[in-house]
């Protein structure tokens, strides 16, 4: 260790109380997370399924102890996640060399600044909440991404949550299994909607579904009734809509119904939002409307899920929000991964955390891909009912080859 | 014969989009032909008529409308929105157009896009308002659900494939008298002659002992009233609006205008009417990101072999 580094460790240990413990013995967890504003209900209970994980090893691992730091990423002048403060606490983590691992984000754009930082630096990223396809998936995002976040031209990052582009292949799978022989597909020709539309697509012809026609809108227009004639003039049994709220999607719903096509219409989550039912009109929406969702509403938990939702609830004494079981799984995968690794730094900590396969999670039994993302897909079905979103079934588990899912 | 369902329900709705690009189309080509002076405001008072006339609706309490009550419920939504729309738009034209009068056209125009941001965020204010109407106003820029208050029962039968509904009646029940009463206002009477006269040379109408102000201010109002009117029938027969649907509505209007020759209300309607069949036909029989291009593609074409639009250079009187 050189004089420079010891003096910065010293610094840092004497800022925090807790690794003032003997330095050797330290390894060090830290989390970046918007902790100011309005996301703070959400990161509260990430950091609540962290710490009871690290509760749940007795804070120690091979006679290490285990320290962990809630940072906060979020500004009260913005109050929230702000690119100069992501900045900083991505620095301050590389030059702490007791630090070993770095959950977060929770924003995938503060993703975008941390993540080339550590890449550098070999430590190991592991985030609960990004969904953001381009941060892993080559062809997902822009050109230059995700190769763009890594410099060193190794892999250093990781993620619990499945990504945007998924939902697109689950809702095929929804469309197959409800016996629909004929599809029409719609996008908003933005990056979200058109992926995720391309990824329905290709699902939908794996799974044997015709695909009477693939269609990007016009956001501004007026109405949609001509296009939704087409629509029904093509004897489709369903729509799948890849698009948000903002993109019109509530119109598309609305002309859909108006124009008396009664076929199911799928949607995405960009549109799982109380404004979309607002926008499309409840009634439009009742019955054969279904949205999907990228996880499961803690209450849908069942196995190791079910015992950490009843942890979580002798723990903190309240029921856990839905991101706290991934904040949960991410600390816990790290955990697992510290305690295979042979030696504690963070290049064999890196390399056990990639090597990490048929993980027995709260959230299933899943691995981490070769672009560092987990093959978990379980997500939820919704449909609407009195103008609010209802829970309809867990989707996802593993892919179906054209039988019915569940 | 399923093709021929299919084409004929195209026209209709076509025809109807059409409708309701026209009566915002005369709006611009009015105060076109008399101030010569493109509007861009327009798009955006139109929007909030539909604003005001959803208000009106919340007024009333909205639960369910049916049979006499929606259509008096809809007489007055018309009434209000027309009345509201034209009395803005004579109030646009006192306060950021008759102090640039004598001023080079192109400050006129700046004007009125200064005139446009103003109108699209009142409109994204009064959609925050906490009314039951806008969602408690909780997301003000979020589009708005305009309730069903005309039918979307099939006049031809629910066996027919083709889609004939009340929504597409009302449009043109609205719209036609609408459009004949302002010919007749424009040709038939006083105040008519001298929209004319001053349209032709405000000089010489002044010279003539034609107040120009009033002629103009009287033409900002009618416009404005068209456009309130089409606010009504747009909401009833889309059954959403957001505080961005002017630019969208102005904007077809403003193609259809140029495309039938600015300046002219028979060329604004044509216009508008090709403008309403084309979008459809492509929407149906080619790619709807397709559309646009089409569209925009006619006009160049139009304008390369008739500069002065469809019906431009025939209505040699403006307006």
């Keep these: ?406 | 014969m399923e093709w021929v369902d299919f084409f004929l329900q195209q026209l209709i709705t076509g025809l109807s989009n059409g409708m309701i690009i026209a009566l915002i189309a005369i709006g611009y080509t009015m105060v076109y032909g008399i101030i010569e002076l493109i509007n861009f405001a327009h798009g955006d008072l139109f929007m909030l008529g539909a604003f005001l006339a959803l208000t009106v609706l919340g007024a009333f309490g909205l639960g369910d409308w049916s049979g006499a009550s929606a259509w008096a419920a809809v007489v007055i939504m018309l009434i209000a929105s027309a009345g509201f729309c034209g009395a803005l738009n004579w109030g646009v034209d006192r306060l950021a157009y008759k102090p640039l009068r004598n001023a080079s056209k192109l400050s006129l125009l700046v004007s009125a896009i200064g005139a446009s941001f103003i109108l699209v965020n009142l409109g994204l204010f009064w959609g925050g308002l906490p009314m039951d109407v806008f969602a408690g106003g909780v997301a003000a820029a979020a589009p708005k659900d305009f309730p069903a208050l005309v039918p979307n029962t099939n006049l031809l039968g629910d066996d027919s494939l083709v889609q004939f509904t009340p929504k597409d009646v009302l449009v043109w029940a609205v719209t036609v008298p609408l459009m004949i009463g302002l010919t007749w206002i424009v040709t038939r009477t006083r105040l008519g002659k001298a929209m004319r006269a001053t349209a032709q040379n405000p000089v010489a109408a002044r010279l003539m002992g034609i107040d120009t102000d009033r002629v103009i201010g009287a033409t900002f109002l009618i416009g404005g009233a068209l456009g309130g009117f089409a606010s009504v029938i747009y909401s009833l027969y889309n059954n959403t609006i957001s505080f961005q649907m002017g630019y969208r509505a102005g904007m077809d209007a403003f193609t259809a205008a140029v495309l039938g020759g600015i300046g002219s209300m028979p060329g604004a309607v044509t216009g508008a009417l090709v403008i309403g069949l084309v979008r459809s036909m492509s929407d149906a029989y080619l790619e709807t990101r397709w559309t646009n291009t089409i569209v925009f593609g006619i006009l160049v074409l139009i304008l390369i072999f008739r500069p002065s639009g469809l019906l431009g250079s025939r209505a040699k009187e403006k307006v």
Excluded at chain 1, 257 to 268: A, D, E, I, Q, Y
Excluded at chain 1, 298 to 307: D, I, N, S, V
Excluded at chain 1, 352 to 360: G, W
Aim: proline fraction near 4%; aromatic fraction near 8%; charged fraction near 20%.
């Design chain 1, 1 to 406: 260790m050189t004089l420079q580094t010891s003096m910065l460790a010293a610094v840092l240990a004497l800022a925090s109380s807790a690794s003032a413990l003997a330095q050797s013995g330290t390894l060090k967890i830290v989390s970046s997370l918007p902790r100011t504003g309005s996301a703070n209900a959400q990161t509260g209970t990430i950091v609540n399924g962290i710490k009871m994980a690290i509760a749940e090893v007795g804070g120690k691992i091979d006679g290490y102890q285990i320290v962990y730091e809630d940072w906060d990423d979020a500004s009260p002048q913005r109050g929230n996640w702000d690119p100069t403060v992501e900045a900083q606490n991505a620095n301050k983590a590389v030059t702490d060399p007791t630090i070993v691992g770095y959950i977060g984000t929770f924003n995938s754009g503060a993703a975008k600044i941390a993540m080339p930082e550590l890449n550098k630096a070999g430590l190991v990223m592991i985030s609960p909440a990004n969904t953001y396809s381009g941060l892993t998936k080559p062809g997902m995002g822009e050109a230059n991404e995700p190769t763009i976040y890594r410099p060193s031209g190794s892999i250093n990052y990781f993620r619990v949550v499945p990504t945007d582009d998924l939902q697109g292949a689950v809702a095929a799978e929804h469309v197959a299994g409800s016996g629909a022989k004929k599809v029409f597909i719609l996008h908003d020709r933005e990056l979200y909607g058109k992926g995720i539309a391309d990824v329905f697509q290709k699902r939908s012809k794996e799974l044997g579904v015709e695909v009477a026609g693939f269609e990007g809108i016009d956001t501004k227009a007026s109405n949609y009734k001509s296009l939704c004639q087409k629509v029904k003039f093509s004897k489709a049994d369903a729509v799948f809509f890849g698009g948000t709220t903002q993109s019109n999607g509530g119109q598309v719903a609305k002309d859909l119904r108006s124009v008396g096509f009664t076929g199911m219409l799928v949607v995405p989550d960009g549109c799982c939002e109380e404004a979309f039912i607002q926008a499309a009109g409840a009634s439009n929406l009742e019955g054969n409307t279904f949205v999907t969702f990228g996880g499961l509403p803690p209450a849908e938990l069942t196995g190791r899920g079910a015992e950490f939702r009843e942890g979580y609830r002798k723990m903190f004494g309240t029921d856990p929000e839905a991101y706290a079981v991934y904040g949960y799984e991410a600390a816990r995968v790290l955990l697992d991964a510290i305690k295979r690794a042979p030696t504690k730094d963070r290049a064999a900590i890196l390399k056990a955390v990639s090597a990490t396969k048929d993980f027995d999670g709260a959230l299933g039994t899943w691995s981490f891909d070769a672009n560092g993302d987990t093959t978990n897909r379980v997500m939820s079905i919704n449909s609407v009912k009195s103008g609010k979103f209802v829970f309809v079934r867990r989707a996802g588990d593993a892919p179906v080859g054209g039988a019915k899912p569940e």
